[in-house]
């Protein structure tokens, strides 16, 4: 699905195929997002004005690098653990065997559902991180692309939070969907408030 | 470049090639948005319970595949304008003949390079109006990605003018820098607050 192009991936995902949906799309945005952080930091690479960072943008880039290419893996992860959730909608639940054994497979499969998009949202919280030392150590003429990046990650962020929510309003086991609920919260809460700063910082040196 | 696998796209934005940049991951941004609100309309099209609404969806799915077109369009057109802005940033400033040389090749360079987010934005709000829509017409089994959508449209119009002010900072007409910029903050203000708006209308029937 990630080899397919990217105007091929915009149709399917417009389309009424179960994936990719939004948490593939959560995924994607945030890689879109952490790259444009790459971009800075490669054009903050070899600077001489930028020499005492050169180490530090280094160590950066590695790590962005890691996560752009983890993203893209949970929009694929993100397809696989959909799929078995959309065939549970579908079984039968005319006698009560047929219910229990559809109660069964469902809750499996919202609690695969519900874990990449706990994923995603914890690979966006570590590209904030990245977006946080760029607005600080890279290379002023790009410094637009750290905002639109971080604004993207954590979007990212959001999104993939949205996916939980649905898929833990229908699980059975509430104190599970609680904990899962009360994880993507708390990152939610600390991680839009720290993207909306480094946001700001950005803003500020225009 | 729209041609080029998703993985391929992000490896390029990531590096530090002068294009794709900000503007053009801001129009592949909005383009994942508005494609997550056809999604959705996809999914609604042909449901019994969604009878009274199914001309409506017709017309909004219409819509969104030639504005996800125009943005992917977009992406392309932002690439080509940033080349000659590239190429002017590069050229030599030694005598006053190629100060006033470099001055009038980068103020039009500017020109179009802000020309093409102003067009991303533009995009961007039509993209809200139907997830607007969409919020109120939409399947009810899909409604979280008419939210993780709308905020990815958003995002692109947040994107897209940063890397319009980043451009009319630099313009030495100002009269024409501040025209545009006025135009972006007009829909910057109303815009994001009507895609809040959306958005919590959507957390609303979680």
Known sequence: MIEKS????IDILASKEPVPGGGGASALVGAIGMALGSMV??????????????????VILKKAKTLQDELMQLVLKDAEVFEPL???YGLPKETDAEKAEKD????????????VPIDI????????????????????IAISDVGAGVLFVKSALIGASLNIYINTKLMKDRE???NINKRANEMLAKYTKAADEIFEAVLAQF
Do not use: P, W
Request: some cysteine.
């Open 6 to 9: 990217c105007v091929e991936f």
């Open 41 to 58: 930091g490669n054009l903050t690479l070899g600077k001489k004005k930028y020499a005492d960072v050169q180490d530090d943008i280094e």
């Open 86 to 88: 959309s065939k549970a």
């Open 104 to 115: 069964r497979v469902m809750e499996e499969a919202l609690r695969l559902a519900s874990g």
């Open 121 to 140: 949202m914890e690979k966006a919280v570590e590209c904030i991180g990245l977006h946080e030392e760029l607005a600080q150590k890279g290379t002023r």
């Open 176 to 178: 599970h969907a609680e």
